[in-house]
């Protein structure tokens, strides 16, 4: 029998704050920002690359933050879980009113708004072309949706966590403050962790690191960045090996 050469298509999962939602609103949405990044998802798609989005919470509520006013952290947890559902519900309404394909999975199971995340179903919608948004973090209090995003990419089979920030990739010193910090093409796990380099809170960090999960930090504001990201251009730092 003949053997068949098969291309994986590339798939990457896509993480985006929930302040980078919010832009200069500072809390809840900018209809502008979320057009523009489900107009880069679409483009990603149309160049056959399959994308999955976490979007975190923080543009509405954080735990940790509802723990300082006094809440229990458990339901402030909750409460920003449910955060990142609402966002994911609001970025599959744009990528469909921009005529793309979208499902909003959710660790919760709110059967009359989402669909209960499972990785088999995700692997299948990301197959068929549709953008599989993983909401509801890990469904777990006291971690973090970088945390929910590394999971969410090792089960759903990703190539590459790319984890958008401010910054146009990981510097040996907060560039803001210090204008010797230089920027890193690439670095391996180990070296983020000798260097005591920031790239995600250290649970999503092991887990990338024990999984070989690949994270590229680039700048969502840099024009073009992300596609290219996506489309496995050089762009930011790459954390592998
Ligand atoms: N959260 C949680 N478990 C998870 C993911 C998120 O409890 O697996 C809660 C946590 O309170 C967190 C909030 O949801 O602060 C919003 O997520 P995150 O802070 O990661 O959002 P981002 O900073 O990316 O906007």
Redesign the pocket.
Known sequence: MASQQSSKPRRILLKI???ALAGDLGFGIDPAILSEIASAVLEVRSRGVQAALVI????V????ELQRAGFDRVT???M??L??IMNGLAMREELKRQGGSAVVMSAYGIPSITTQYSASIGRELLSSGATVICSG????????????AVLRAIELQCDEVLKATKVDGVYSADPVKDPSAVRFDKLTFSEVMQRQLKVMDLTAFALASEHQMPIRVFSMKKPGAFVRAACGGSEGTLVSG
């Open positions: 704050s929930g302040e975190g919470g923080g543009n509520f954080r735990g940790a402030g947890d909750q920003g879980m955060a990142t973090g890990t469904g777990s209090p006291f971690f973090t949706t970088d945390t929910g």
